[in-house]
Nanobody, 111 residues
């Protein structure tokens, strides 16, 4: 049974930082491309970042230079370091492994 469990969300002021984690089980983690998505209230879910098995990465244009995705295969965990957060980064952040999704973690950027 595949499980993806996100953590690390919360309330942060504009300009602040958060680090999200997604712990995976039930998959051979090192072989999977891992992705982060987010969904703001009233909007569609959108791609944020990915990291493949070769540690290649890509990002949504609006988060380039502010967010960093990384992975630790020994811990079966993918991370999303988010710096210089803006109110428009608010949403539920989801971890994805192909067809598998986590339950999401809420990120709220507000003063």
């Amino acid at each position: 049974q595949v499980q993806l469990v996100e953590s690390g969300g919360g309330l942060v002021q504009p300009g602040g930082s958060l680090k999200l984690s997604c712990s995976a089980s039930g998959i051979i983690f090192s072989t999977y491309t891992m992705q982060w998505y987010r969904q703001a209230p009233g909007k569609q879910r959108e791609f944020v970042a990915y990291i493949d098995r070769g540690y290649n990465t890509d990002y949504l244009d609006s988060v380039k230079g502010r967010f960093t995705i990384s992975r630790d295969n020994a811990k079966s965990t993918v991370y999303l370091q988010m710096n210089s957060l803006k109110p428009e980064d608010t949403g539920v952040y989801y971890c994805n492994a192909v067809t598998h999704w986590g339950q999401g973690t809420q990120v709220t950027v507000s003063s």
